[in-house]
Structure formats: structure tokens, C-alpha cells
């Protein structure tokens, strides 16, 4: 069946560094995979997201991969700050017509001051 | 204004209880969503109706009845509450197709507890 494997599921960083999580999917006619951040107690928020027609997408410190032959697809963040500690989830989905998102089981990540 | 809106935020209810979610979006989307967080905080979709039909019905106990009396709006009703079934349940909402299609929107969340 469709799934979304993510990697690692904690993350630490010093402040300034750049944290890398990943991601790989099973349905190969997925064709949009979102990253939704969540902050502890809040709802996931939308922060970047890349169809498969782009293999690289950037909006300021943070940028996503995309391989559709290797079928997996990366989140990049760089000069991590305190305020990036939260939970992140990919996503893969848009291989039906229901809008249906399978996500991935999520990265702790602490940037540590 | 809040974009996807659920209440109540927090339940805490008794095992065998019913309760109801409800949720609107103001965003004009097509499509709304329930999904269910754990405690090990994994997202699982539940539900999708598409302007007010079902679309989306995953592996979920007939105890969980959703209804959407129109596009703007998806409640959850659950019946005969169990423990298992404390979490927090997310409504969202998207527009199935164009260039924004299937980007995901979620409310804020109803932290459900069974004792």
C-alpha cells in the first residue's frame, strides 16, 4: 500500500547549522509532497512545498529535493535558529482524486541555542 | 479570521459517551478532511468529503460518522467512546484541483481525552 517513510525521527543541531531530513514514498504516481511544521500543541502549518515537475524549490533558509526516480525528497534547513525546534512531517500525495496526503511519521527537530 | 475553525478544542469525556467535532472553513475549498494524531504524533487520514460527498473512507470503526451539510462544513460524530480513541482529531480543508490542489489547510485541532 502507499507509504511515506521519513528519516531520522529526532534531529539535534547547534544554532547555525543546517538540519537535513528525508524522506522516501511507495506510490511513484504521487506527484505533490508538501512539508507541514508543528509546533508543540499547535496545528501543522503548510512551510514549503514541491510538485513533480521541479526537482529543487528554496524560499529563503529553507529549501526541498525532489528525485522522482529514486522516489525520495529532502527538506533543507539552513542557519537554524531556536525558533525551527518543532516537529516536521512530509507528505506525498496527488496520485488520486481525493486530495488524499500520506504522511510520514515525523522529525523531532531541536536547534539548540 | 481563522480559516479552518473546529470546535471544541479540548473534550474530556467517560468511556461509552457520544460526542460531536465540528468544524468550517472560510477558504471556499472543495474538500475537507479529518485526520487523527496520536500519541506518537502520527497523522492518519480518516475522512474527505468533496463538496459534500464522500470520498475519502479509510479503515475507521463504523463507531465514527462523519457528516457535511454542505462544502463549508464537516462534523464528527463518535459513538460509544472508547480509550483508544483519545487523540487529537485535525479538520482540514483544500481545493482538489488548479494549481493549488491539494494543498492542505488544518484547523487547530480538538484534543479529545476518554477516562
Known amino acids: 500500500g502507499e507509504n511515506v517513510e521519513q528519516h531520522p525521527s529526532t534531529l539535534s543541531v547547534q544554532e547555525g547549522d543546517s538540519a537535513v531530513i528525508k524522506c522516501t514514498y511507495s506510490d511513484s504516481a504521487s506527484n505533490y509532497f508538501p512539508w507541514y511544521k508543528q509546533e508543540l500543541g499547535k496545528r501543522p502549518q503548510l512551510i514549503i512545498d514541491i510538485r513533480s515537475n521541479v526537482g529543487e524549490k528554496k524560499d529563503q533558509r529553507i529549501a526541498v529535493t525532489l528525485n522522482k526516480t529514486a522516489k525520495h525528497f529532502s527538506l533543507h534547513i539552513t542557519e537554524t535558529q531556536p525558533e525551527d525546534s518543532a516537529v516536521y512531517f512530509c507528505a506525498a500525495g496527488g496520485s488520486s482524486n481525493t486530495g488524499k496526503l500520506i504522511f510520514g511519521q515525523g522529525t523531532t527537530l531541536q536547534v539548540k541555542p | 479570521d481563522t480559516a479552518v475553525s473546529q470546535t471544541p478544542k479540548y473534550l474530556v469525556t467517560q468511556m461509552g459517551n457520544d460526542k460531536s467535532i465540528k468544524c468550517e472553513q472560510n477558504?471556499?475549498?472543495?474538500?475537507m478532511y479529518w485526520y487523527k494524531q496520536d500519541s506518537k504524533k502520527f497523522l492518519k487520514i480518516m475522512f474527505s468529503y468533496n463538496n459534500k460527498e464522500l470520498i475519502i473512507n479509510e479503515t475507521v470503526p463504523n463507531r465514527f460518522s462523519p457528516k457535511s451539510p454542505d462544502k463549508a462544513h464537516l462534523n464528527l460524530h463518535i459513538n460509544s467512546l472508547e480509550l483508544g480513541d483519545s487523540a487529537v482529531y485535525f479538520c482540514?480543508?483544500?481545493?482538489?484541483?488548479?494549481?493549488?490542489?491539494?494543498?492542505?489547510?488544518f484547523g487547530e485541532g480538538s484534543w479529545l481525552t476518554v477516562v
Open positions: 477558504l471556499g475549498h472543495d474538500t
Open positions: 482540514a480543508s483544500s481545493h482538489l484541483t488548479g494549481s493549488s490542489g491539494n494543498t492542505i489547510y
